[in-house]
């Protein structure tokens, strides 16, 4: 691995990554991993490059601006444009096979990688996002309505500071919060790339993120029939619990003790609740990501016993 920096027209500027080639001439496939809302290149977790390793495929882990708490971070315009730039420079300078490029992100990360699904669905083969933000201003308000002590900085804070304000009462903010929420955008990634969408039933209690979010970015893709109601939305957030018409039945070895307790998919995306709180399983996205070829149907499977390696992710 080595750190590099690439060039993004957005700003002219030059922005950091770490990165790790696959070895040899021949097209590989390219994976693109992200780091979470409060972290930068320090946080990157070793089983990304590990599981890109175990494959040889080419790695990147852009910097995109860094922790969410400044206007460039924050799901702006540059943070899109710094990592549809980062896979420019890998395809640039290295053999990259385009049927098989990925982006996985957790978090701050799950945020971002639906956010890049939506505005630049050409790019991806396969997008995985875990226990993402979709919502940027309903985000905010769940937060500073939990704080037991309002003085304590938070994530509401960082999204004032990235929008100018808040997003429930000044206008110009809300229009900030909206632009970089996904839920904005995602429409656009409907049928044009597979995207695998993943939390924990107990994320907004033992976790950051309630699991609204999710279900809601697949609501915004999934066919009118198969979207989750409203009534069953709010259900699940409140008793960190899945309705008995809604649980699944099945067995997902790939999701190891994480068991999937609710599992919808639609056309091109699927949903996945499972037992766990804000969590990561980056073998699971992986042997996702092994499945899935651009232009064809997508495949949901995720191999056997890929959650050895899960994670609970840092915010």
Partial sequence: MEEIRYPVKADNSLQPAIIAPAEGNEPRPLVVCLHTWSYGLEQMNELFPKNAEKRSWHFIYPLFRGPNWTPEACGSDLVVADIAAAVAY??????????????????????ASLLMAARHPELWTAVSSWCPISDVAAWFKETRTKKADPTRRSYDDHIFEACGGDPVSDPKAAAEAKHRSPLTWLENAKNKVILDIGTGIHDGHTGSVPVSHAIRAFNTVAEPADRISEEDIAFMTEKEEIPAHLRFDG???????????????????RLTIFEGGHDILPGTAFGFFDHQTRGEAPVWYSGAENAADAVELTK
């Fill in 90 to 111: 890998m395809k640039e300078h290295y053999a990259v096979d385009e049927d098989h490029i990925y982006l996985l992100g957790g978090s701050g990360g799950g945020h």
């Fill in 251 to 269: 067995e997902d070895p790939a999701y190891g003790s994480y068991k999937v307790l609710m599992r919808r998919s639609s056309g091109m995306v």
